[in-house]
T-cell receptor, first 115, second 112 residues
Framework: KQEVTQIPAALSVPEGENLVLNCSFT??????LQWFRQDPGKGLTSLLL?????REQTSGRLNASLDKSSGRSTLYIAASQPGDSATYLC??????????????FGKGTHLIIQP | EAGVTQSPTHLIKTRGQQVTLRCSPI?????VYWYQQALGLGLQFLLW???????NRGNFPPRFSGRQFPNYSSELNVNALELDDSALYLC???????????FGQGTRLTVV
């Protein structure tokens, strides 16, 4: 059974800082890994999808890396802004070696950017 | 292009009642997934529908069920509601296997 862990659980930093969120998963046989953000009481917004053959993906100030062999991914946020405040979730396919069967999520990193 | 839409946004039901939640996927997406996000438990996979068939389900009792219609929209039904069913129910769609999942804004269900 795939398990996903996110560290830290919560993070509060001043505006403008660069920061790194960590995600680890127990089995490396994944097709892809996806990062989401969730605002309080809202749905999930997809940020980045990294295929298993990729090392990283970039979108604006966000950069996500994937190291399958070590079972780790990081989400790098450059020049953080108060609008980045949200919970960030990473997710991998639910079943080891499988895909499109659903996703298993970490519990998220609750991020607060202080103005 | 419209995203994944869910209805209703909020719902209050009494224990023992039944509820139906609805989801319309992004146009062209054939797979629909349902998740439960209960306070303190994180996101849990409920059901996966593809091409009108239930393909997989998570570790939930049979009173959680659903279906997918020919236009790929989906319903989630929960019978005999319990207080612990209070949660945010999220629907996601994707165009196929191993592709990016897009989520709706969710339905907040409160069971009293």
């Amino acid at each position: 059974k795939q398990e996903v862990t996110q560290i830290p659980a919560a993070l509060s930093v001043p505006e403008g800082e660069n920061l790194v969120l960590n995600c680890s998963f127990t089995d490396s046989a994944i097709y892809n890994l996806q990062w989401f953000r969730q605002d309080p009481g809202k749905g999930l917004t997809s940020l980045l999808l990294i295929q298993s053959s990729q090392r990283e993906q970039t979108s604006g100030r966000l950069n996500a890396s994937l190291d399958k062999s070590s079972g780790r991914s990081t989400l790098y946020i450059a020049a953080s802004q108060p609008g980045d405040s949200a919970t960030y979730l990473c997710a991998v396919p639910l079943f080891i070696g499988g895909g499109a069967d659903g996703l298993t999520f970490g519990k998220g990193t609750h991020l607060i950017i202080q103005p | 292009e419209a995203g994944v839409t869910q209805s209703p946004t909020h719902l209050i039901k009494t224990r023992g009642q039944q509820v139906t939640l609805r989801c319309s996927p992004i146009s062209g997406h054939t797979s629909v997934y349902w998740y439960q996000q209960a306070l303190g438990l994180g996101l849990q996979f409920l059901l996966w529908y593809d091409e009108g068939e239930e393909r997989n389900r998570g570790n939930f009792p049979p009173r959680f069920s659903g279906r997918q219609f020919p236009n790929y929209s989906s319903e989630l039904n929960v019978n005999a509601l319990e207080l612990d069913d209070s949660a945010l129910y999220l629907c996601a769609s994707s165009p196929g296997r191993n592709t990016e999942a897009f989520f709706g804004q969710g339905t907040r269900l409160t069971v009293v």
